[in-house]
């Protein structure tokens, strides 16, 4: 059993590190093999350029990195994200491993009536998205309408038929006090020790 994680965050003191770390040390606890994709450390590119598109269109990816992540996704049987919401959505290079990763002929194709999606990443049973954020999550629901949900749990997961898929997010983290992120980091721990 294999976890890919695909962090984004720049800081290594952000608290997204952290819940990294709690995370890691979970599965690690409860015999998972643990691969984690660092998007900012890898200086991933997220611009989807015209031989991007072309390669996209053609359902051959051309990226190198793309080339790695594939080989990287097809072993992993879950999937877990890591980043912040910045201005209510994910940061540029998450957004840009979705365009460029999640990729026809890669991690889904079409049906052959056009109508709807099959997922292609067979070993892939469970997509789970962690985000941090300073809005409040009554505000995110209401106001904002949940947009990062949409986009990447419903929108892109949900579309290709992936049926397991839960988000934690954790609201108002620079209001919260240390106590409290101690807290939600150890509940981490214990739950992806489990």
């Given amino acids: 059993m294999k976890t890919l994680i695909v962090y984004n965050h720049p800081y290594e003191g952000s608290f997204c590190r952290a819940i990294l770390d ?10 998972k093999e643990v691969d984690v994709i660092d998007l900012d450390k890898e200086e991933f590119d ?3 350029r015209a031989s991007d598109l072309k390669a996209f269109v053609q359902r051959k990816p051309i990226d190198p990195k793309v080339l790695e992540y ?3 996704l097809e072993s992993a049987d879950h999937l877990i994200f890591i980043f912040p919401i910045w201005w209510e959505l994910m940061p540029a290079l998450t957004k840009g491993f979705i365009d ?3 990729f026809p002929g890669l991690a889904y194709d079409y049906k052959e009536n056009g109508l709807g999606m099959v997922p292609l990443l067979k070993n892939l049973k469970k997509v789970t998205m962690i985000t941090t954020m300073n ?3 009554i505000a ?3 106001i904002f309408g949940n947009a990062v949900k949409k986009a990447l749990l419903t929108g892109t997961f949900w579309k290709m038929g992936y049926k397991n ?9 620079k209001q919260v006090s240390h106590q409290k992120r101690e807290q939600w980091l150890n509940k981490l721990v214990q739950r992806f020790s489990k």
């Fill in 100 to 102: 460029k990763v999640i």
């Fill in 22 to 31: 709690a995370v890691c040390e979970g599965l690690n606890n409860s015999g």
């Fill in 135 to 137: 809005t409040p999550s």
């Fill in 46 to 48: 997220p611009v989807m």
């Fill in 70 to 72: 594939k080989a990287r």
């Fill in 140 to 142: 995110y629901q209401w």
């Fill in 165 to 173: 898929r839960k988000w934690i997010s954790f609201n108002m983290v």
